[in-house]
T-cell receptor, first 112, second 110 residues
């Protein structure tokens, strides 16, 4: 089955802790994206990567970091500098020829 | 930045009725896309309309685009309970980044 997987489904963060959200795709897509969604709001772009070993900041990158060492994987780290991390995090990828984005099921991050 | 803004924020309709939601945006676009999100899940792509197109159909979905007014509408005909979801418009300004609106929450009553 082709698609995007995100893990874990729920993640709990203690104050001052860094946590990493996983995103893996087997769609052979070049571009990958991380979004944050707060209740009742749309998606805001955190980081995106058009190609391996390259990534760009989105609209709300502060307090987050990413890496893109493999085409299939685009992990997001929520650092202790992100003071309000509670949100629903969505990963997506796109085949640039099709232009549409395919989304994972999301990870809900909660603060203890 | 969130370029798209949907209207209304919420919509409640009876099964079998049509649902219409609108999206306005601010800058020139390459294409506009509509996505659906069921509660607590990821988004699913519904339909894409390019800037040189005015109307597009896909099953029970009809999308229009008016670039002079920078607006789009999504019509869902003969709604079903399974259409209950949030619907988002997203604009692509030639850079393969999508800007999403805040969404319209649609509830279809049996």
């Amino acid at each position: 089955d082709g698609g995007i997987t995100q893990s874990p489904k729920y993640l709990f963060r203690k104050e001052g802790q860094n946590v990493t959200l996983s995103c893996e795709q087997n769609l052979n897509h070049d571009a990958m994206y991380w979004y944050r969604q707060d209740p009742g709001q749309g998606l805001r772009l955190i980081y995106y990567s058009q190609i391996v070993n390259d990534f760009q900041k989105g609209d709300i990158a502060e307090g987050y970091s990413v890496s893109r060492e493999k085409k299939e994987s685009f992990p997001l780290t929520v650092t202790s500098a992100q003071k309000n991390p509670t949100a629903f995090y969505l990963c997506a990828s796109t085949d640039t020829e099709q232009e549409t984005q395919y989304f994972g099921p999301g990870t809900r991050l909660l603060v203890l | 930045s969130q370029q798209g803004e949907e209207d209304p924020q919420a919509l409640s309709i009876q099964e079998g009725e049509n649902a219409t939601m609108n999206c306005s945006y601010k800058t020139s676009i390459n294409n506009l896309q509509w996505y659906r999100q069921n509660s607590g899940r990821g988004l699913v792509h519904l339909i894409l309309i390019r800037s040189n197109e005015r109307e597009k159909h896909s099953g029970r979905l009809r999308v229009t685009l008016d670039t002079s007014k920078k607006s789009s509408s999504l019509l869902i005909t003969a709604s079903r309970a399974a259409d209950t979801a949030s619907y988002f418009c997203a604009t692509d300004a030639w850079d393969y980044k999508l800007s999403f609106g805040a969404g319209t929450t649609v509830t279809v009553r049996a």
